[in-house]
């Protein structure tokens, strides 16, 4: 068992382990990735006692998997037992109803009595008169009435939204004073209105409630305030105008502290805060200020919100940031681990991932997952906003993660003076921080903005030959949600539209189809500077790729990778960048879904594969 396999204070048998994972290799049996649930079993205890595990597991060989390459796992949710049941799907699964939605379709709720009286009668009838040839039909009998137990035992646990339930508790009498007690919390039992007595009949109670807010939503006709308001502005002010616009969030300024660590504001707050911690684990402090305080109550949100696009794995914690899709963190560290950051898995000059060490740290399906994250030894660890397109921060997604997580969002409207000056002092130039947001908000329109051209659209929706001097090599990747595998494939042609070169290779993973077609892109990139072509046009169906990189703004879930294709295209004298619609994509389109069902790499010169001459 692996560390980010528990959750809880217990430790695991290491030992143990060690060998159930020999005996699984000797039988040359892998662990298959499920959805659903992560941790599968629970000691059903709450708080710091709770103990969550990853024990139940599906495992296959090769050759099963080669028989059913289409099968897909899940553990579902805990129910009567301490264990999660996995599911094996090996054909499409037609979608039902719930067990309750059907019952409650079904009049349950209203008839359950009735048949649960006509089963008892009935058995009551065969024990009276037992023989051998009833015993048949009391064995039908008790299981239809174990069936109606069961599904009266979920109707009210749902009913009463109690989230556990022990094994083999049977009490339904429970459930249903539970969902009786939520029902009289809920209920205004009486009112006092507003000359101190209290109102307990249900008229009553309802024509107070009706005249409270008659009289608070209704005027009192006051007499002579003309002469207060006489001399009130009618009108907002530039300035009360903009005040009342301006919205400035928590959220929004730690995300500008911790991306931008080199400003004196962000300078200033660690020194006096969190001089040798990051923002994320810093404390409260001793008398803190009203903004600092303001900061830390969204820390949580802004954390959940964060994902490193890795570099060169200096700045994230292997164990305990969030790096790698469906970890949030990979932690506890493991005991005896000299693990710390992301770039002690690189091997020793930075530039690629050490896959020994990865394979003996982590279970098969992470590893390679892993191993297929592009780094860069050059370039730093990149911060990004998980939640939004492009990768920047924005007020609306951080709201959105705060009311999935049910907190409250901690909102500056009237912003105090303290602030702005504050603010004013620490950033310095004023006019200069305030065209620096407005470059930010013109870059972040030209990746939004997709109605223009701007010299990279292809309206025809089909592929066109190049100019005489340039060669045009179209790309796409053909990604599955599901694995994360993606199939890389690229064509190129020249004015004549006849085939210089084409590939088509199998990625393991990719951790989104934006990556998977910028991964297809760099692939095509190095081919053609190795073969030495200087005028080059780079053509796929990503427009959010392709405006992009047409406008050099970078998208920050990919940076280091975004950033090493335009590195590349310094290569060539002339490297432009190409949008066409699918249809117009067909041939790389076909190699690439090609490559998913036959993964073995192929380079083919002056041809492509005959499934892909459309």
């Not at 393991?508 to 934006?514: D, G, I, M, Q, T």
Request: contains cysteine; glycine residues 6%; proline residues 3%.
């Amino acid at each position: 068992m692996y560390a980010f396999e528990k959750e809880g204070q217990r430790g695991s048998n290491n030992t143990e382990m060690s060998a159930f994972r020999e005996a699984c290799s000797f039988c040359n049996l892998e662990d298959r990735s499920p959805t659903g649930v992560k941790l599968t079993w629970s000691n059903g205890r709450r708080g710091n006692e709770n103990v969550r595990k990853r024990l139940d597991k599906f495992l296959t060989n090769s050759h099963w998997f080669d028989l059913y390459p289409d099968a897909s796992f899940e553990n579902l949710a805990r129910i009567a037992s301490d264990h999660s049941p996995i599911i094996c799907r090996i054909s499409p699964m037609v979608k039902k109803k719930t067990e309750y939605s059907v019952l409650k379709a079904c009049g349950y709720v209203l008839r359950v009595s009735t048949v649960w009286l006509e089963m008892l009668g009935r058995m009551d009838w065969l024990l009276s008169s037992f023989d051998g040839s009833t015993r048949a039909k009391q064995r039908a009998l008790r299981k239809q009435i174990k069936e109606l137990l069961t599904h009266e035992e979920l109707m009210w646990k749902q009913h009463s939204r109690i989230q556990w339930l022990r094994e083999g508790d049977k009490n339904t009498r429970f459930f249903h004073t539970c969902a009786s007690n939520r029902q009289r919390r809920n209920s205004i039992l009486r009112l006092k209105g507003p000359d101190g007595r209290w109102v307990e009949e249900l008229n009553e109670v309802c024509n107070l409630v009706s005249s409270y807010f008659s009289e608070l939503f209704s005027s009192s006709s006051p007499q002579g305030y003309e002469f207060v308001v006489k001399d009130i502005d009618r009108r907002l002010t530039e300035n009360e105008r903009q005040a009342l616009e301006r919205r400035v969030t928590s959220s929004e300024q730690v995300w500008r502290l911790i991306t931008s660590l080199t400003t004196l504001a962000a300078r200033t707050l660690k020194a006096r805060y969190c001089p040798r911690s990051s923002f994320f684990d810093a404390k409260i402090g001793y008398r803190p200020s009203y903004i600092w305080h303001s900061f830390l109550s969204v820390k949580d949100i802004v954390r959940k919100g964060c994902k490193w696009n890795i570099g060169d794995g200096c700045s994230v914690n292997v164990w305990k940031d969030f790096w790698l899709d469906d970890y949030r963190s990979m932690g506890p560290k493991l005991n005896n681990c000299d693990v710390d950051q992301v770039r002690d898995l690189l091997n020793i000059e930075g530039d690629s991932w050490n896959h020994e060490l990865l394979y003996s740290l982590f279970p098969h399906n992470i590893a390679s997952k892993i191993a297929c994250c592009f780094v860069s030894k050059s370039r730093n660890d990149v911060l990004y906003w998980h939640n939004s397109p492009g990768g920047r921060f924005s007020c609306k997604s951080a709201y959105l993660l705060a009311l999935e997580a049910e907190e409250d969002m901690v909102i500056l409207e009237n912003c105090p003076a303290e602030w702005e000056t504050f603010m004013m002092i620490l950033e310095g130039n004023v006019e200069v921080i305030a065209k620096s947001v407005l470059s930010d908000y013109h870059k972040a329109n030209l990746i939004e903005n997709l109605s223009g051209n701007n010299g990279v659209h292809n309206h025809a929706g089909m592929w066109l030959r190049p100019d005489v001097e340039h060669i045009k090599i179209n790309c796409h990747a053909a990604w599955q949600k599901e694995s994360g595998k993606a199939g890389l494939g690229f064509v190129a042609r020249d004015y004549k539209g006849e085939a210089l070169f084409s590939g088509g290779r199998l990625e393991c993973y990719a951790s989104s189809p934006l990556e998977a077609e910028a991964k297809a892109v760099h692939w095509a990139m190095t081919r053609a500077i190795c073969m030495g072509y200087s005028h080059v046009i780079f053509e796929t169906d990503s427009l959010c790729l392709v405006k992009a990189l047409h406008n050099k703004v970078t998208l920050l879930q990919i940076a280091n990778l975004f950033s090493d294709i335009l590195s590349k295209s310094m290569a060539f004298r002339v490297c432009n960048w190409s949008f066409v619609k699918r249809e117009g994509n067909r041939v790389a389109h076909s190699i690439a879904s090609l490559v998913l069902s036959c993964p073995n790499e192929f380079m083919l010169d002056g041809s492509v594969p005959s499934c892909a001459n459309v």
